[in-house]
């Protein structure tokens, strides 16, 4: 998919341009026209492109659950233009898996630490850090096979759970794993679905999320380097083998981690 390079160019090519459930599309804007963006009346904030003092880039995101046409608005210096776009549905497979049945059905007792480990990442993920951390190209956290892609549909013990948020990386118990870029880190802890957990603010609405780890080496609030160890890959929460879980939350949306680093990285 092509990154589009001014609002414009977006309006002439809407009916040709696809946006797709799970992605993120980045939207490119001259500084001295564009005043402010809106989707579905929510305001997508703009941000300095990193390598254009000219320009301004605004980050659309697009839940894996969203089939609905998106309303969106763009507030320029003296007029305003709004344009529905057409969500087309990802192409997505599905996966069988077996794994412990307490990670399926939970005792009665950890569901009140299952609900606050919950609420306490979607608070996070809605949280919008206007400080930027990075200022370089995203990397992947290792370089093994992938084995289980974003988006799969997930067969828990024959009962379809959910789908898939990130990535798996196959990586034997003690692989080193390494930050994505530079941030800060807003959760280091065991959580009873996504085992050992490194959560990773880099500003603007970006969050990248590392599970699974048998060790983990940074604490709430260190600040880590692009390529900074940051634990080791395990089979801890909901597994069925030891693995890497990675993945990208932006605008509080999971997307596909992938596809957005490629996307981000061509900005430079």
Same mark, same amino acid.
């Given at each position: 998919?092509?990154?589009?390079?001014?609002?414009?160019?977006?309006?002439? +090519?809407?009916?040709?341009? %696809?946006?797709?459930?799970?992605?993120?599309?980045?939207?490119?804007?001259?500084?001295? #026209?564009?005043?402010?963006?809106?989707?579905?009346?929510?305001?997508?904030?703009?941000?300095?492109?990193?390598?254009? +003092?000219?320009?301004?880039?605004?980050?659309?995101? /697009?839940?894996?659950?969203?089939? %609905?046409?998106?309303?969106?608005?763009?507030?320029?210096?003296? #007029?305003?233009?709004?344009?529905?776009?057409?969500?087309?549905?990802?192409?997505?497979?599905? %996966?069988?898996?077996?794994?412990?049945?307490?990670?399926?059905?939970?005792?009665?007792?950890?569901?009140?630490?299952?609900?606050?480990?919950?609420? #306490?990442?979607?608070?996070?993920?809605?949280?919008?850090?206007?400080?930027?951390?990075?200022?370089?190209?995203?990397?992947?956290?290792?370089?093994?096979?992938?084995?289980? #892609?974003?988006?799969?549909?997930?067969?828990?013990?024959?009962?379809?759970?959910?789908?898939?948020?990130?990535?798996?990386?196959?990586?034997?118990?003690?692989?080193?794993?390494?930050?994505?870029?530079?941030?800060?880190?807003?959760?280091?802890? %065991?959580?009873?679905?996504?085992?050992?957990? /490194?959560?990773?603010?880099?500003?603007?609405?970006?969050?990248?999320?590392?599970?699974?780890?048998?060790?983990?080496?940074?604490?709430?609030?260190?600040?880590?380097?692009?390529?900074?160890?940051?634990?080791?890959?395990?089979?801890?929460?909901?597994?069925?083998?030891?693995?890497?879980?990675?993945?990208?939350? /932006? +605008?509080?949306?999971?997307?596909?981690?992938?596809?957005?680093?490629?996307?981000?990285?061509?900005?430079?």
């Amino acid at each position: 998919m092509k990154i589009l390079w001014g609002i414009i160019l977006l309006v002439f +090519q809407v009916h040709a341009y %696809e946006l797709i459930n799970g992605h993120v599309t980045f939207l490119m804007f001259d500084t001295n #026209e564009t005043k402010a963006l809106y989707k579905d009346g929510v305001s997508i904030p703009l941000l300095k492109h990193p390598t254009r +003092q000219d320009k301004a880039i605004a980050l659309l995101a /697009v839940s894996y659950r969203h089939s %609905e046409p998106i309303t969106l608005l763009h507030v320029k210096q003296h #007029e305003k233009e709004t344009f529905k776009l057409s969500i087309t549905k990802g192409i997505y497979a599905q %996966e069988v898996l077996s794994v412990e049945p307490s990670k399926v059905s939970p005792p009665k007792e950890m569901l009140s630490r299952i609900k606050a480990e919950a609420e #306490e990442a979607k608070a996070l993920y809605a949280t919008f850090t206007p400080k930027r951390y990075w200022n370089s190209p995203f990397i992947s956290p290792l370089q093994n096979p992938i084995t289980s #892609e974003y988006g799969t549909a997930r067969v828990f013990n024959d009962t379809l759970q959910s789908y898939h948020s990130g990535v798996d990386f196959r990586a034997s118990v003690g692989t080193p794993i390494v930050a994505s870029n530079d941030g800060v880190v807003v959760i280091a802890k %065991e959580r009873y679905y996504a085992g050992g957990s /490194v959560v990773i603010d880099h500003g603007e609405g970006i969050y990248s999320v590392y599970y699974h780890l048998s060790s983990i080496a940074p604490k709430v609030g260190d600040r880590l380097k692009k390529g900074e160890f940051l634990g080791l890959s395990g089979a801890t929460g909901r597994v069925t083998g030891p693995h890497l879980h990675f993945g990208f939350m /932006v +605008q509080g949306i999971p997307v596909e981690p992938l596809d957005f680093m490629k996307k981000f990285n061509t900005l430079f």
